[in-house]
């Protein structure tokens, strides 16, 4: 018998290839030097939390970005001063990383073989209205520079001794003080005292407004840093030729700033959003849009073809890598390229491979290792400590399994809170599963997180992502499984006290049933290499080798369920490097006969992934089989 084949419309993505233009130019660059240096291939480092830079989560996320081929880091610390007019700028026990933080990183860095430019910030802590450019524009009188500049003096300084003092390689004087710049001889004076305290490079981010060309004393740093986040286009989709050719006069007016100096220009900071429109206003990081991946990934192509070669071109620092190594991915809009179409093309230009598959795929579930924490009743330890909500722990309206289910009712930003005492330790399983059930009153958006024995909360990740839920929708009258691998939610594999699903919308009342809540343990799953056919035991179904392999379009991925097995439950699904799910092909119950799948290169939601190395599992009755499959575009 043959079994119906479940055909998925085609969609391909060609990326346009590069092409590296070498221009020849005599240039003396701050060392005194004609040769040209190796350009500063680097990434923004960032985070505005105490404590955060030291975790086990950000040495991966370090260890991630040091992966696509990244040369130099840009390590983020800011202090900050109430509003534009104030003269005090002040390390937060909050927001600013301890001097630990940063030697911890530096360190961490170093021994990954990346280079480390401190950058330090100032920003406003409470004037909303105005940014870090527009300091000094309500001083008053001399006293007011003399008091601001003596406070910068002291915050840039400290920082520049801890950078010499931790082998720092380059350090950034100041970032986007736009309003303060026009004081030519407070900023010598800054440079000077710097200079004193930091034996290696320096350099200024000027702003893209203006102030990049307006600045009287490059002279007296080795590179002219940029923040270039100058508009490309009017347009939200533009072509790749156009933000390309979009750079052609701002090449010829910072070749003309270089000249002028006789240094290179340093790109300090530069990055794109992935959404649609970014191009227009590539420094707005609040205006809404759909996701688009790939104008991002274009506009950053489009700096590597149009700039990277030019003579008078020292490197970039791309904005932005935060701490959490699970940030990014297919649903993010914001500045990371983690994860993203974007972080290929860094790969591609910065020297490193393609990401490659995780040394093994996300194993099995393994029924026999659970903890139950709901399952008609709370489990025992476990407490309800919801706040901001209505929760009814014995709800006989729906349930997915047993009698009773938790109906929950959010106010904005409330949550369904569970607690647990003693604290639970994570070594023994791998997952939290739970079933969700929207209703027809509302909508739901939601956190899931878990919380430590001191209350600290660990990454948020939405429930409905698809990578946790199918389809990525929490539907009114249909139950969902949602299951997150606990290193998602807790990296650092600390004990914890609490599990909860807050409300993200902010916006009214939330109400849902969710069921079956449990940790899960797991045991491993085969991988299958090579281009044969795996029989397993006599009698059981065969996953074949997918044929284009590798494939830039589509392929057709066979399996077979023998005779004499009766019906299956069989799941087809795809996964990416992470271990994380793209794309559930069949899902279904099936008779014996050959099947064949084709998969159009697309994810869950329909848009192309990238290239790279992904793997396929044929499930059934608690079994698996998993092969590889190879996408070239």
Not at 47 to 59: K, Q, T
Not at 228 to 236: I, N, R, V, W
Not at 369 to 396: F, N, Q, V
Not at 483 to 497: C, G, M, Q, S
């Amino acid at each position: 018998m043959m079994g119906k084949v479940n055909e998925v419309s085609l969609v391909a993505v060609f990326l346009l290839p590069f092409f590296h233009n070498t221009v020849e130019a005599n240039l003396l660059l701050h060392n005194g030097s004609t040769d040209l240096p190796t350009r500063q291939n680097g990434i923004t480092y960032v985070s505005w939390r105490n404590g955060r830079y030291s975790s086990l989560s950000a040495d991966r996320s370090l260890r991630n970005l040091a992966e696509t081929g990244a040369d130099w880091i840009s390590l983020l610390v800011t202090g900050y001063q109430d509003d534009v007019g104030s003269t005090d700028i002040v390390i937060t026990l909050e927001k600013t990383p301890t001097d630990e933080d940063l030697v911890h990183v530096i360190e961490e860095a170093h021994a990954l073989g990346l280079k480390v430019m401190l950058k330090p910030h100032v920003d406003l802590f409470d004037d909303p209205d105005h940014w870090r450019g527009q300091i000094g524009g309500e001083f008053e009188s001399e006293m007011g520079w003399e008091a601001w500049f003596s406070s910068y003096r002291d915050f840039i300084f400290h920082y520049a001794e801890l950078a010499e003092a931790h082998g720092v390689d380059q350090f950034c004087t100041g970032t986007e003080l736009v309003g303060t710049t026009h004081r030519e001889g407070d900023w010598r004076r800054v440079i000077e005292g710097v200079r004193a305290r930091f034996n290696g490079p320096l350099t200024y981010a000027s702003n893209h407004s203006g102030e990049e060309v307006g600045i009287a004393w490059w002279d007296a740093v080795d590179y002219i840093g940029v923040d270039p986040y100058y508009p490309l286009t009017d347009k939200k989709d533009p072509t790749f030729a156009e933000l390309k050719a979009s750079w052609q006069g701002r090449v010829e007016m910072l070749a003309d700033l270089s000249a002028t100096w006789g240094k290179q220009v340093l790109f300090t900071e530069i990055g794109y959003r992935s959404v649609d429109g970014a191009n227009r206003h590539p420094w707005e990081f609040r205006e809404g849009g759909a996701v688009d991946l790939e104008e991002q990934a274009d506009a950053y192509r489009a700096i590597f073809e149009g700039v990277y070669e030019q003579p008078w071109f020292a490197g970039l620092f791309w904005w932005a890598w935060g701490t959490n190594p699970f940030e990014g991915g297919s649903l993010d809009d914001g500045y990371t390229p983690h994860d993203k179409l974007a972080e290929g093309v860094i790969r591609e230009w910065y020297g490193a491979a393609s990401r490659e598959i995780a040394a093994e795929l996300e194993p099995d579930p393994d029924p026999g290792r659970m903890m139950a924490i709901y399952s008609d009743a709370l489990g025992a330890g476990w407490e309800d400590w919801s706040r901001t909500a209505a929760t009814d722990m014995a709800d006989t309206r729906e349930a997915f399994t047993g009698e009773q289910s938790i109906f929950v009712e959010l106010e904005a930003w409330g949550a369904l809170s569970l607690h647990v005492d003693p604290a639970m330790d994570p070594a023994a399983y791998h997952w939290l599963e739970f079933y969700i059930r929207g209703s027809a009153e509302s909508e739901v958006g939601l956190w899931v997180f878990i919380y430590t024995e001191d209350g600290t909360e660990q990454g948020k990740r939405r429930v409905d992502d698809p990578h946790y839920m199918e389809d990525g929708i929490i539907e009114a009258g249909a139950w969902k499984r949602v299951l997150i691998p606990l290193e998602d939610l807790n990296p650092d594999k600390l004990a914890f006290t609490g599990i909860v699903l807050q409300d993200r919308t902010g916006d009214g009342t939330s109400t849902f049933w969710v069921d079956d809540i449990r940790l899960v343990g797991a045991r491993p799953t085969a991988i299958l290499a090579g281009d044969f056919s795996y029989l397993g035991a006599p009698g059981s179904p065969v996953l074949h080798p997918n044929y284009p392999n590798p494939f830039n379009a589509s392929t057709e991925i066979p399996f077979d369920i023998p005779a004499g097995l009766g019906e299956l439950e069989v799941r087809l699904e795809l996964f990416n490097s992470r271990g994380q799910l793209v794309r559930v092909l069949v899902n279904r119950r099936v008779g014996a006969g050959h099947y064949r799948v084709l998969w159009d290169g697309g994810n869950t939601v329909g848009q192309p992934v990238a290239s790279g190395v992904y793997l396929c599992r044929l499930r059934w009755s608690g079994f698996a089989l998993t092969r590889s499959i190879v996408i070239i575009k």
